[in-house]
């Protein structure tokens, strides 16, 4: 198959493009290289992918710019491609709404235009909010306490619209905190690890007794994939949720024994307005109904991989292990 992926060269864009590559699918990379976090950590991503010859790169901004010319009716999109950050997207909204919003917006428009038989979008399980409904399931309410989320749901529902409206097949993915090799050096595992291994204290706000389910970024790119050729209805959406909801203090504590080393830990008073919330606990049953789709790497294993992943990449790239 010819798949593009917008977002490649991200944490969760090229872990994907890795998985297509390697069952022999062509791949278009698109990504516009910001630098929310250092630009060379994707260009190593991107270099890495270029040395497949089924895989080939568009520095590209889907806010502004045309990509009609990489779309036509045998090629299926994956669209990944987003600003991230909840507690950035108070001040900078701006920028949320342009690369979550509009961006969206233009892609779709150019597949339905081009005849792309799907489209499947990266939704995130913050759309639900201070959810009061565990595990978090497809029916429970959308209430997003932050820009960003609020930015993720509108992607979501023009997703919705362009099936029910206009025809186009769109599949939106939930995910919930994914973590493992590759992962951004803002997010929380990275800096745990980056932390043990550089001797510093790490910050975490508020008691760290807030749950959240991890999932493994290998199995989020099986679920990209399953996605593809799935039996789901137009404008579907599933939760991919990890099945490993535990407290940041357990995180913590699994990140010390893969480590081999003690954390200190700078408890920070949570912001009065910040868009997070105390737990995140998604069902992945639906998933695993129509889309064939289960976690299958459990934490310790998760952490075990993404340590490992650590220590290979700081000797190459050392900028990848930023002071938490």
Request: with cysteine.
């Amino acid at each position: 198959m010819r798949i593009v992926i917008t977002g490649a060269a991200g944490f969760i864009g090229s872990q994907t493009a890795h998985l297509l590559l390697s069952s022999g699918h062509d791949v278009i990379g698109i990504d516009s290289m910001t630098n929310y976090y250092d630009p060379l950590i994707k260009v190593a991503r991107v270099a890495q992918l270029v040395q497949t010859s089924n895989f080939s790169f568009q520095k590209r901004d889907l806010a502004k710019d045309d990509c009609r010319d990489l779309l036509d009716q045998d090629t299926v999109v994956i669209h990944l491609a987003a600003q991230p950050g909840v507690r950035a997207s108070w001040s900078e909204f701006e920028s949320y709404a342009n690369a979550n919003v509009t961006a969206t917006k233009h892609l779709l428009d150019a597949a339905l235009e081009c005849g792309v038989p799907r489209v499947i979008y990266a939704s995130s399980s913050s759309v639900y909010g201070n959810s009061s409904d565990f595990p978090t399931t497809e029916t429970a309410p959308l209430e997003p306490m932050s820009p960003y989320a609020v930015s993720k749901l509108a992607g979501e529902q023009l997703c919705r619209l362009y099936a029910s409206e206009r025809g186009l097949h769109t599949t939106s993915l939930r995910y919930f905190t994914v973590y493992g090799p590759g992962q951004r050096p803002d997010m929380l595992t990275h800096r745990l690890i980056a932390a043990a291994h550089n001797g510093a204290p790490v910050r975490i706000f508020g008691t760290g007794n807030q749950i959240r389910d991890f999932t493994f970024v290998g199995d989020v790119a099986r679920a990209n994939v399953a996605a593809i050729t799935a039996d789901s209805s137009p404008g579907q959406v599933f939760n991919i949720a990890g099945g490993s909801a535990v407290s940041i203090k357990e995180m913590i504590e699994s990140v010390e024994a893969a480590v081999g080393l003690g954390q200190r830990i700078q408890q920070i008073p949570a912001p009065p307005v910040s868009g997070d919330v105390p737990r995140t606990d998604g069902s992945a049953s639906l998933a695993e109904s129509i889309l064939g789709w289960k976690p299958t790497v459990d934490l310790d294993q998760g952490i075990s991989a993404q340590v490992d992943d650590f220590r290979s990449t700081h000797a190459q790239l050392p900028r990848y292990a930023i002071s938490a």
